[in-house]
């Protein structure tokens, strides 16, 4: 299409449209296996804004694929037009309604966001997907989204009461229940509109019409149905049948997959909070037969959650850092496991249904192992089980877990017959299915493991999906139970429902969209299954050489590859965990790590380029990455962006130059080494109006910025000097790292530490040696290679004699168990140092643990403490071991503020470009706690970056959890 049209669609919109590569490329997927490159991409601000592109698509005969979150898993948001993004600027709750339970929203509304309001009211949203934390209720809409509460609470097509629609031709329609009076005047008339309900009026009437669905759509008592337009659920009225009920067209829209009419607003019926006493059963088997064979009587008892999680899923949470830790109540190595969750209003009922449950279970005699969990277990299993989706993406290799056949839902009778002939298919093609399921509702995700880059595994891709079509239609159930259609299946609805109701489906689509732009190639008219996928088949893979190794993943472009698209990068600050700052600060998705991940794939799979990393475009993407590493352990499938990043600039300055400000930077524990001999010379300068600023500008650091005070110290003597006034130190010997950070800015929590370590009884030697954290950040990996290989050298004795290392800021020590692990060639030695290499915080809270140290060692006086933990140590380690040792004084009162990153990442809030978002992320969370807390209460924060980020944007000093204990001390 000719440029300057989409130029002149461009000025005519309130929102933006995009057109530009890098833009186009990350919207080119979404959670399934396509891959469809837009014209441009659309941001509209208001409801005119989307009648100006309907008009636009009209005229020019362009595809509109509307688009939330962008986690479907079908490929319903892709496609070769305009992708209009509906989650920036359609966010707003309109209205709730106290007495009827209901609230209006904007399709950009995030479920979990949503429920959070509401909660004060008493109120929630019932359906609940995996994805409830990102996921937002036009995409829900347009899904019928379910997920584990629908066997209490229905799926979303029962809760939509209203929708206020943009109509193809660019008119207003509100749909709600109407009566037969009201059908009959709206059909009067010669607007799209009342066509609409003319024609469908005509449609359905027909006798022969209404046996036809009868006859072959799935089963009623299936409840999660999404084959194809629900036009089956718009005979149960007073229009077409004996039902009392009123006509609402709002049932055939949830799940048009925005095929039929754009929303601008939803009305949602809402429930009463769920009972406050919970208790979940997880029932391990040895076999999926044993535990497919306890669904049907489990479910006669009232269930609130009946899922289904099998070994591959849980193998897969064995190398996740986040969900390791979720995995407590597995017990064995179970082929399957039920997990079965009752509510009740008192404790007495609770026990009344848990005791049931639990004979119904004990009389079955299946399960091998039957734990009970309480509280917060609960909510940890369930992350387990929500994390399922993503965490398939941790398959190495080509070979994945491929969503086709994964939404199949039949009736719970059939339910174990249909597995049987469902596992006879897969044993014919010598799979091995990924089995995760809702399986009190009769729907399980079922998942062949495919390599879609090898054409033999595409043709296996229609085989499979085509035969277990057939199985489906066999047991008369639903091929799209709650994921949609999509790419993936709207192939198959003719096979599905019969090709009389496919063209009576094709004919619904007219009748609300005659130019057919409204997402084009799905339900009908659908493009093939086979075809558009995220990978070119049987293509020669790209050979990129890299400085890091990710022979983890095989390679880096593997790694980036890495990313499904689930888009667990898209939560907001109101939800628990860091990942992702940026995103969280500009709720731009190209600030997402999916969207990084997506960018590096692309130009690195279709770069013409001698350095494939020499483009701007990815520049651009990895601008905002913090380095935080949130996504190293948050996303479900570990795509370590950070890591990425450092790889992408050392390739991008090779080819581009290196600027001065990146120089200044990577260099800058030589510079403070430097300035130290002067240090009262260089602080004067740093402090002084004129030259600070001169510094600043030449530097390309904001104004707004302070800058950091240097300084020397004899750490050596310092330690003579404790250990000549300690005679026993009787403990263990440790090395004390001093990193680059605390030989030249934070020498006082250094002094603490030695300070700390001998009071306590410990035998401390020093280390000194610069991390390289500099280099890596800036992406000088040569400097940084050279440093861990001679630094490797230096700990050689200390690796060998077994003495572990403890360090003091997070992002030096902690990289001898990440960066380093990627930066030399001898593992033997790089496993002794992520193995002997310790936060401060960690190594003591083991020796709290082994009774070495006790409270007697430190006052009762009391004092309150808020910890901000530094995202590395999140990542990499975990804060507990920080709460663990600041509550070791009996009378500190400690909490976590769960602040996510603080959003000065290194040098990167110190550039003046970055400056307005570092700020923008640490306003997210962390400064208003810090605010919030009186002036007697002790921030601790074991990040140097932290520290000054807290300073600069609360006027708050915070100290070092090291500082704090040695103050604590009263040996």
Known sequence: MDKKLLKDLSESLEGELLFDEL??????????????????????????????????????????????????????????????????????????????????????????????????????????????????????????????????????????????????????????????????????GDSLEANIYQKLYEELSNPETQQQIADEFPKPSIHRRNTGYAVDELLNNRIFGDDKEDFNLCKLLSGSEGTLAFTTEVTLQLDDVPPPFAAMVATHYHTLEDCLSDVAPVMQHSLHLCEMMDKVILDCTKNNRAQLANRFFVEGDPAGILMLEVKADSKEDLEKQLEALLKTIEKSGLSYASPVLYGDDINKAIELRKAGLGLLGNMVGDRKAVACIEDTAVALEDLKDFIGEFTQIMKEYGQDAVYYAHAGAGELHLRPILNLKKAEDVVLFRRITTDVAQLTKKYQGSFSGEHGDGIVRAEFIPLMIGEANYELLKRVKTIFDPNGVLNPGKIVDAYPMDESLRYEVDRKEPEVSTIMDFSDSEGILKAAEKCNGSGDCRKSHHMSGAMCPSYQATKNEKDTTRARANALREFLTNSEKPNRFDHQELKEVFDLCLSCKACASECPSNVDVATLKAEFLYHYQEANGYSLRSKLFAHNTQLNALGSKVSGVTNWMYESNIFGNLLKKAAGVAPERSLPQVGRFNFNNHLKKQRAERTDLSKKQVVLYIDEFVQYLDIQIGKDAIELLCRLGYDVELFYGESGRTYLSKGFLKQAKKLVSRNLERLKPILDAGTPIVGLEPSAILSFRDEYQRLHEDKGQLTKLASQSFLIEEFLASEIAAKQITSESFTKEERTIKIHGHCHQKALSNQKVTFDVLNLPENYKVTIIPSGCCGMAGSFGYEKEHYEVSMQVGKLKLFPAVKKSSTDTIIAANGTSCRHQIKDGTKREALHPVSILRQALVV
């Open 23 to 188: 833009s186009k490329a990350i919207y080119a997927t979404d959670a399934s296996v396509y891959r469809k490159l837009p014209l441009a991409v659309a941001y509209p601000k208001n409801p005119q804004d989307i009648k100006t592109l309907l008009a636009f698509a009209n005229k020019n005969r362009v595809g509109l694929i509307p688009r939330t979150a962008g986690t479907s898993l079908a490929g319903q948001c892709v496609g070769e037009g305009i992708v209009v993004d509906m989650s920036r600027h359609f966010t707003k709750i309109i209205h709730l309604d106290k007495e009827k339970k209901q609230v209006t929203v904007q399709p950009g509304m995030v479920r979990d966001e949503l429920n959070q309001y509401l909660q004060p009211f008493g109120l929630f949203f019932g359906p609940n997907t995996s994805t409830s934390n990102r996921c937002m209720i036009g995409g829900m809409v347009g899904n019928n989204s379910s997920g584990t509460t629908s066997i209490q609470y229905g799926v979303t097509r029962d809760k939509v009461v209203a929708m206020q629609c943009i109509l193809s031709d660019g008119s207003d329609a509100h749909f709600t229940d109407i009566s037969k009076e009201t059908f009959d005047q709206k059909r009067i």
